[in-house]
């Protein structure tokens, strides 16, 4: 029996009519009988009750009709899959990304990518807001909190660890902290959002809640400049800060106490029995790029102790 059979047998029980199922797909009313008498032959069965008015289906076809359209649905998706895992990506694709994460770790490699993928066009919506992927219609998304759909997919771009941070100016005037009590004698920057850092010690998890800002402001890349200008102590994902770390326009503190509760980066999209090929590319192509681990998280030691004090020179 082929598939054709039983999608012809479901046509007839849909319009009940063979000989219209048959006018659909080019049928004589002779041949279209006669394809239905070899399809209840091949089920040992009349499928359905014939008179000159009506084509109804018979108790045996109520049967055939409720597991053939599952299997034909099902063969639907296998096919559907198959067909994507050998198109090539094309299209348009959506993306979002916070500000600091589209700058550094996917603006610089879109040439390479578009040379790779020519026929994918991009549109990027890099900012701070957490989009509603399948709402707004968004392909995929990067994330670094914790994700709050569980029906999305997802795919692990790379750990997100976090550092507590100043600029070589701010340690040489206020001094370093090397635990969470000296926190309270030191300016601190942080966002409304992580009212309290969490450290791990010695002794377990230790909490310090940021009670009175040096600066408040909704935005990460506020957090990010006030640092570098001197203003305190912030929290950041390495992600964000691993260059300034390794080239020394800020330093890490308290390395005895790393910062808890740190998540990972993800590439998430919409759920769907299978991911567009589009989709695919960009992730693997992201990975490529990151390594594993990826570069953030292994590339921000700076080659020899910073002076505090003493203004880094810029790079390049």
């Known amino acids: 029996m082929r598939i054709e059979d039983l999608q012809f047998f479901i046509r007839i029980a849909e319009l009940g009519s063979l000989s219209g199922a048959g006018r659909e797909i080019g049928l004589s009313p002779s041949a279209a009988s006669a394809r239905l008498t ?11 009750a014939r008179t000159t008015r009506r084509t109804t289906l018979t108790e045996a076809g109520r049967i055939l ?7 034909v649905d099902e ?9 994507a895992t050998t198109e090539a990506p094309r299209g348009s694709l959506r993306i979002s990304c916070n500000t600091f994460f589209g700058r550094k770790h996917i603006l610089p490699y879109l040439v390479e990518f578009r040379t790779l993928y020519p026929d994918i066009q991009l549109e990027m919506d890099i900012s701070d807001r957490m989009v509603d992927l399948i709402e707004e219609g968004y392909d995929i998304a990067i994330r670094g909190a914790p994700l709050a759909d569980s029906s999305l997919l997802a795919r ?6 976090r550092a507590l941070c100043a600029s070589p100016d701010y340690l040489a005037r206020r001094g370093i902290p090397t635990n969470p009590e000296d926190l309270v004698n030191h300016d601190c920057i942080s966002l409304p959002s992580v009212p309290v850092w969490y450290f791990n010690g010695p002794e ?6 940021v009670q009175k800002p040096v600066i408040k402001g909704d935005s990460g890349d506020l957090t990010y400049d006030a640092a ?32 808890a509760r740190t998540g990972a980066i993800w590439a998430v999209y919409p759920p769907s029995q299978f991911v567009p ?6 992730v693997d192509f992201l990975i490529s790029k990151y390594g594993r681990p990826p570069y953030w998280d292994t590339d921000y030691r700076a080659p020899e102790a910073v002076k505090l004090g003493e203004r880094p020179k810029k790079s390049g």
């Open 156 to 161: 692990r771009l790379g750990g997100n660890p």
């Open 204 to 209: 377990g998890e230790v909490g310090f809640e």
């Open 38 to 48: 070899t399809l209840e032959k091949v089920f040992g069965a009349q499928l359905f």
């Open 277 to 282: 090929p589009k989709v695919t590319a960009f």
């Open 65 to 71: 009709l409720q597991h053939g359209r599952a299997a």
């Open 228 to 259: 570098l200008h001197g203003l305190g102590l912030s929290l950041k994902s390495l992600a964000h800060v691993w260059e300034d770390l390794r080239d020394g326009r800020l330093v890490a503190v308290m390395e005895d106490y790393k910062v």
């Open 75 to 83: 063969i639907d998706q296998a096919r559907s899959v198959l067909e």
